[in-house]
């Protein structure tokens, strides 16, 4: 069974503090990983996912499969960066395709 | 491009009730799916479709049906409501590696 934990419900950083949201995963083989996001009275929507190695936002996330870990990083959080974060899995192209989200962690970005 | 688009956006419904939460998208994605999100628990799936006459479980079925008679609709049935349906419901439809959501419906049920 593929299982996402996200360890933080809440977190709350100073407006230029480093910020670093959790993920970790389960799953037996090569998943695919991403993060969502969802800003206040907005849709759910892709933030980035681990195969194109991508900044968005300043954001990056390096997926350690040692560890089975998808980190969220930006190194100097914004007020704007204030939100629900989703770390989310699913199986590579070609298998089962079910999207599975992890709990959520809030983030607060403080002034 | 409307993209997904939910309705009814708020429902209010008795315990016992039966109602359909819609659910269309104009991308032409094969791959949807509903979840419900509650608070600390996030996203669950409940059930989802890889294309036209194709459905199957997720994570919380129990409670609720699906149909996919066309590639772009895929409507949630609450058959009888219970007040642990109460949630707040997410049709997302999916192509590749990205999932494009609605903007939820909030579902009450007293």
């Known amino acids: 069974a593929q299982r996402v934990t996200q360890p933080e419900k809440l977190l709350s950083v100073f407006k230029g503090a480093p910020v670093e949201l959790k993920c970790n995963y389960s799953?037996?083989?090569?998943?695919?990983l991403f993060w969502y996001v969802q800003y206040s009275r907005q849709r759910l929507q892709l933030l980035l996912r681990?195969?194109s190695r991508e900044s968005i936002k300043g954001f990056t996330a390096d997926l350690n499969k040692g560890e089975t870990s998808f980190h969220l990083k930006k190194p100097f959080a914004q007020e704007e960066d204030s939100a629900m974060y989703y770390c989310a899995l699913s199986g590579p192209s070609g298998s089962a395709r079910q999207l599975t989200f992890g709990s959520g962690t809030q983030l607060t970005v403080l002034p | 491009n409307a993209g997904v688009t939910q309705t009814p956006k708020f429902q209010v419904l008795k315990t016992g009730q039966s109602m359909t939460l819609q659910c269309a998208q104009d991308m032409n994605h094969e791959y949807m799916s509903w979840y419900r999100q509650d608070p600390g628990m996030g996203l669950r799936l409940i059930h989802y479709?890889?294309?036209?006459?194709?459905?199957d479980q997720g994570e919380v079925p129990n409670g609720y049906n699906v149909s996919r008679s066309t590639t772009e609709d895929f409507p949630l049935r609450l058959l009888s409501a219970a007040p642990s349906q109460t949630s707040v419901y997410f049709c997302a439809s999916r192509t590749g590696a990205e999932a494009f959501f609605g903007q939820g419906t909030r579902l009450t049920v007293v």
């Open positions: 681990h195969i």
């Open positions: 479709s890889v294309g036209a006459g194709i459905t």
């Open positions: 799953y037996s083989g090569s998943p695919e």
